[in-house]
């Protein structure tokens, strides 16, 4: 899209009645509008999408990243959530969970969500970096607890065993630590 093939599959989706009712065409042009920075038109076209298809995981992932780039966050909740409690191998929708839970304010939820990725997934290491910074991020020193130290301690413990440290997420801890102590 960056190169134009939006333009390309607007062409191409425009001639739609050439393909018949096929619903691949609509869900490509609602992508090109993606891409094309237009989430909110991207949302319709979805909307539409999952209509056909309502037990489909594309359409609802699809939502959440629309409602997510419009703001929407308790409806990226709502659309996330169904993903991820349906199908625990849509790993993505585990994330944009977290994300949007950040954005309405529920780091519990946040944290929690991440702790359920598999300990034998490939994106364990990445959910407990993103819980220690759900924990950490954005804060002001005064509003981190004990319990958030901990916490992102332990999970730093965690990776730390795997061989997956991070110089600078220990150092993040560290400052929150201090700060907390001040």
Sequence with gaps: ADRGADRGADRGADRGADWGADWRVAWY????????????????GF????????????????????AELTQRHAEAVTHYERVWRTDRSYL???????????????RDAAVSV????????????DALRAAIHARLDA??????TRADLLDASSRFDRLAA?????PVLAAQ????GLDWVR
């Design 162 to 166: 795997d061989g997956r440290d991070d």
């Design 47 to 66: 909307s539409d999408v999952y209509d056909l298809y309502p037990g489909e995981a594309a359409p609802k992932l699809a939502l959440a990243v629309c």
């Design 139 to 144: 804060r002001r020193p005064g509003d981190v």
């Design 92 to 106: 993505g929708a585990a994330f944009g969970l977290a994300r949007a839970w950040l954005a309405t304010g529920e």
């Design 29 to 44: 042009r609602t992508l090109s509008r993606l891409a094309a920075g237009d989430p909110e038109a991207a949302r319709s």
């Design 173 to 176: 801890i560290l400052q929150a």
């Design 114 to 125: 991440l702790a359920e990725v598999p300990p034998g997934s490939s994106h364990h290491a």
